[in-house]
């Protein structure tokens, strides 16, 4: 099984907002105004294309490329009537089809201007499946561009993982667990997925050391608490001493700070460590789940070739 070290934020690549065109600005902006559930996802989607092309160890010139189709990748929907986008129950059949003209909607936006057109094939072929089961083309196999299998990853898990106006999202395991059976059916790439658990390991590795830190400052700050309250009820039973109060001073406790006080936030640390141990539970399970999924994802990588010529297809 692969280790895996922690990720170093310092050496995440940002796409500064500066570089961007003012036509991607302009049509970015306009998308962003649709909702917030639609500007959410697409900035999420562009978080997820960055840290898969960083696990992919990109140069920054390609994963600019790919990260600025990423912002793009439903520009389309500028053109999608509102009362479909923003419908808050399920689609109908037409309504599902008016959702998937977005793809070349966007196409037709990114090929307006000559400074996007690099990215109009990861606006319309972003929901191309390699067995020809996608749309808007049923292209197949390494018809569909890299990039556009690069942000089709990130766009899945990104969907599935967010919370819409319609559903809850699902866990990371989950949506993992779900992104595993169409990569088994060659409908997304194995080889791209086992660098978003890469990623999303590196990223649990984080919040559970942060997490494992939380649990033993909140251990600290009760047996502290029990200290106290140990010299309060000494000072209850005997009454102040010079040896009690010099006892009491070393904590430099506010002034009022009783023996009430004491027990209420007793009482919110120790409910605040149950919570946080719960959480480092979860992110435990997280974990192992993650790990197993990597294993899998990383043996149908081996199986796969869609991009023989591809540098960072590996």
């Keep these: 099984m692969k280790k895996f070290k922690p990720y170093d934020v310092l050496k995440s690549k940002k796409i500064n907002y500066n570089e961007l065109s003012n036509e991607i600005k302009y049509e970015v902006a306009i998308l962003g105004g649709l909702d917030i559930f639609t500007d959410a996802h697409v900035r999420g989607v562009t978080n997820i294309t960055t840290k898969i092309c960083e696990e992919l160890n990109m140069d920054y010139t390609r994963l600019k490329h790919i990260v600025l189709g990423a912002y793009l990748h439903d520009v389309g929907k500028i053109m999608v009537p509102n009362e479909v986008l923003q419908k808050s129950g399920k689609l109908t059949d037409e309504e599902y089809e008016i959702i998937k003209t977005h793809t070349t909607h966007g196409y037709d936006i990114c090929m307006k201007y000559k400074e996007l057109r690099e990215y109009a094939p990861v606006a319309r072929w972003h ?54 059976g169409d990569a088994k059916k060659d409908k997304m790439s194995s080889k791209i997925l086992v660098h978003l658990i890469e990623y999303l390991l590196s990223e649990l590795y984080e919040e559970i050391t942060t997490c494992k830190k939380n649990v033993q400052e909140f251990k600290n700050n009760i047996q502290i608490m029990h200290d106290i309250e140990k010299i309060y ?41 149950e919570k946080e141990e719960e959480r480092l539970q979860f992110l435990i399970s997280e974990e192992h789940k993650l790990q197993a999924q990597y294993d899998e994802a990383y043996t149908y990588a081996k199986k796969e070739n869609w991009y023989p010529n591809e540098p960072y297809y590996r």
């Design 233 to 273: 009820k000494q000072i209850y039973d005997n009454g102040y001493t010079p040896k009690l109060v010099k006892k009491l001073k070393k904590y430099e406790l506010a002034p009022g700070y009783d023996m009430s006080i004491n027990a209420n936030l007793l009482t919110v640390k120790q409910k605040a460590l």
């Design 127 to 180: 929901h191309e499946s390699f067995d020809g089961s996608g749309y808007p083309d049923k292209l197949v196999g390494n018809q569909i561009p890299f990039e556009a299998s690069v942000v089709k990853v990130a766009d899945v898990y990104d969907a599935l993982t967010r919370k819409r106006q319609y559903k809850e999202g699902f866990k990371k395991s989950q949506a993992i667990d779900i992104m595993l």
